[in-house]
């Protein structure tokens, strides 16, 4: 058995559900050694006693990624305690309805770029400077196929993630030459409670440990960009090629995201 300080370390965001703790465990199936981050500890330090992760494989960190001190200090917190990781998963994220008419949905605007832009940034901060000089490293970004095109009342959440796709894309050019990779993943529509109050119809729906395994074989590749599953990118594409007023007239009336507060 590898001892617990020579296997690879993965550092994960938004872990305590969903397409976090479905990496979360890929991962250790594979070996490697958790940094697990989430506001709610206490749940995932639950699920992770649960799975019978032990203390010297498994740390849990609580930080609010919307807050940069909070996500920076777990990252350091990480480094000292754990070491340099291998790979970085900026997963957190959230995704709430919004009309640019309602005053209260500017605020849902920041928090969702400040959860899903400024926090991958500063998720990414504690380790880039060192894994440049230690010359390896991957770091990753999660997206959505939601990027590709802007959905009425997505606005928030297809914005913050159409950035992510050219943020990281600017990091990989950036790292380009240093080891360092920078991988960006664009998940369909996958089962968990971010997607389960959504009122329309959502093709291809994956579970989160479907999405984990793809997702793990992509990163293992160091792929620049995928979208998974790769039915959802061809469709996404095809809509991309749509003209304006053709995409506009096939999403009129189309149901849109609950906003904060809105009923179900």
């Given at each position: 058995?590898?001892?617990?300080?020579?296997?690879?370390?993965?550092?994960?965001?938004?872990?305590?559900?969903?397409?976090?703790?479905?990496?979360?465990?890929?991962?250790?199936?594979?070996?490697?050694?958790?940094?697990?981050?989430?506001?709610?500890?206490?749940?995932l330090?639950?699920w992770?006693?649960?799975?019978?992760?032990e203390?010297?494989?498994?740390?849990?960190?609580?930080?609010?990624?919307?807050?940069?001190?909070?996500?920076?200090?777990?990252?350091?917190?990480?480094l000292?305690?754990?070491?340099?990781?291998?790979v970085?998963?900026?997963?957190?994220?959230i995704?709430?309805?919004?009309?640019t008419?309602?005053?209260d949905d500017?605020?849902?605007?920041?928090r969702?770029?400040?959860?899903n832009?400024?926090g991958?940034a500063?998720?990414?901060?504690?380790?880039?400077r060192?894994?440049?000089?230690?010359g390896?490293g991957t770091?990753?970004?999660?997206?959505?196929v939601?990027?590709?095109?802007?959905?009425?009342g997505h606005?928030?959440y297809?914005?913050?993630?159409?950035?992510?796709?050219s943020?990281?894309?600017?990091?990989?050019g950036?790292?380009?030459?240093?080891?360092?990779?920078?991988?960006?993943?664009?998940?369909?529509?996958?089962?968990?409670?971010?997607?389960?109050?959504n009122?329309?119809?959502m093709?291809f729906?994956?579970?989160p440990?479907?999405?984990?395994e793809?997702?793990?074989?992509?990163?293992?590749?160091?792929?620049?960009?995928?979208?998974?599953?790769?039915?959802?990118?061809?469709?996404?594409?095809?809509?991309?090629?749509?003209?304006?007023a053709?995409?506009?007239?096939?999403?009129?009336?189309?149901p849109?995201?609950?906003?904060?507060?809105?009923?179900?």
């Open positions: 058995m590898t001892p617990a300080n020579a296997a690879p370390l993965v550092f994960i965001t938004g872990a305590s559900s969903g397409i976090g703790q479905a990496l979360a465990a890929r991962f250790a199936r594979a070996g490697y050694r958790l940094a697990l981050v989430a506001r709610r500890t206490a749940d330090q639950a992770a006693d649960a799975q019978g992760y203390a010297d494989r498994c740390r849990v960190y609580g930080a609010d990624v919307a807050q940069t001190d909070s996500i920076v200090a777990a990252g350091q917190a990480c000292t305690g754990q070491g340099l990781p291998d970085v998963i900026a997963n957190a994220g995704s709430v309805g919004m009309d008419g309602e005053r500017l605020d849902v605007l920041s969702t770029f400040a959860t832009n400024v991958m500063a998720t990414f901060h504690p380790f880039v060192a894994m440049r000089a230690r390896s770091l990753v970004g999660i997206a959505s939601a990027a590709i095109r802007g959905l009425p606005g928030a297809c914005g913050s993630k159409a950035a992510v796709v943020y990281c894309e600017s990091l990989r950036e790292l380009r030459g240093s080891g360092v990779a920078v991988v960006t993943l664009l998940p369909g529509y996958v089962d968990t409670p971010l997607t389960r109050e009122r329309y119809p093709p729906l994956m579970t440990e479907a999405f984990a793809r997702a793990f074989r992509a990163i293992a590749e160091r792929v620049s960009y995928r979208v998974i599953p790769w039915q959802m990118g061809v469709l996404a594409k095809l809509l991309r090629l749509l003209p304006n053709w995409f506009d007239r096939a999403l009129q009336g189309r849109r995201k609950h906003r904060a507060g809105e009923g179900r």
